[in-house]
């Protein structure tokens, strides 16, 4: 089947100012500690995604990059709240995808919230060629750094979100010295660099017991082998932020992709509120 606006041409497609529009989470888990307050970043968009969630992040490695401003504008049509981006350097993880180029180019396109994934050596030789770029979070991973705190502090104080990743075979205890820096923690459910992986169930744990450590003013992501079934299983686990390559990609209806995936993820986290 032909997405549904397949034939048109990209200025017909979608107006560069379409609004984000943020709903206020009611979800009975979100709820902050007696005495404690949401946190208090300088990323904007960060606060507002945190009360969207649960959230679908489509991850931009599966799209077709010869189409890739008709991409994005269909993921605004289907209802997408942000865009995931998989950035490689061909040396941290063994593939290489795009570069600030590259998303500097896709920020003119579109309003939506751009959550920069950063597969790279050497991360903080490159921040500032992401925030230039238009990224609104910034992820890297705690194996690329000796100490992740300098840079979450130079993410933050440059007024975007701040996220650190951890591989599978990575124990949480690696980061958790760091997570009161963290406006975002990312699980990898599969070894960064390709996607297409199955899900590894190592990482429900991780998530379960990240949740109790982070707190509701945080967002928990999970990447890799996302789509019906490890959805719910994440969502049961913690996880808020679920980053979709093939489950939404390789779909005739985005739209469809999302809200089915948004509406798991919502119950999943619900039933596991109520147990």
């Known amino acids: 089947m032909r997405h549904p606006l397949a034939g048109q041409t990209h200025a017909g497609v979608m107006s560069r100012k379409t609004a984000v529009v943020f709903r206020v989470s009611t ?23 945190r009360a969207s969630a649960p959230l679908i ?3 931009m490695l599966k799209c077709d990059f010869a189409n890739l401003h008709r991409e994005v504008a269909l993921l605004e ?3 997408a709240k942000l865009l995931h981006l998989d950035v490689m350097d061909g040396h941290f993880v063994p593939n290489l995808s795009y570069g600030p180029m590259v998303i500097k180019s896709l920020r003119g396109t579109t309003k939506l919230p751009f959550d920069a994934h950063l597969m790279i050596s050497d991360p903080e030789n490159y921040l500032d060629a992401y925030l230039d770029a238009g990224c609104d979070l910034i992820t890297f991973h705690i194996e ?6 300098p840079l979450l502090r130079r993410i933050r104080q440059a007024g975007a979100g701040a996220g650190l990743a951890l591989n599978p075979g990575t124990p949480i205890e690696r980061i958790s ?16 660099g390709f996607g297409g992986q199955a899900f590894q169930s190592v990482a429900l744990d991780k ?7 982070i707190g509701p003013e945080t967002l928990l ?3 890799g082998g996302i789509g019906p079934g490890t959805t719910a299983s994440t969502a049961q686990a913690g996880a808020n932020l ?11 209806d985005y739209r469809q992709a999302i809200e089915s995936l948004s509406i798991e993820a919502e119950g999943a986290a619900n039933s596991a509120c109520q147990n």
Do not use: Y
């Not at 888990?29 to 946190?39: A, N």
């Not at 690329?144 to 705190?149: G, N």
């Not at 010295?177 to 960064?192: F, G, H, K, N, R």
């Not at 679920?242 to 005739?252: K, L, P, R």
């Open 177 to 192: 010295a760091a997570i009161p820096e963290c406006d975002l923690v990312l699980v990898m459910s599969v070894q960064p």
């Open 207 to 213: 998530l379960a017991r990240l949740r109790t450590l």
């Open 242 to 252: 679920f980053v979709v390559g093939s489950a939404i990609f390789d779909t005739a």
């Open 221 to 223: 992501s999970v990447d």
């Open 144 to 149: 690329a750094v000796p100490d992740p705190v």
């Open 77 to 79: 049509q289907a209802g």
């Open 57 to 59: 992040a489509p991850s």
């Open 27 to 49: 979800h009975p888990c979100q709820r902050w500690p007696p005495g404690k307050t949401p946190l208090n970043t300088g990323s904007v968009v960060a606060r507002r995604l």
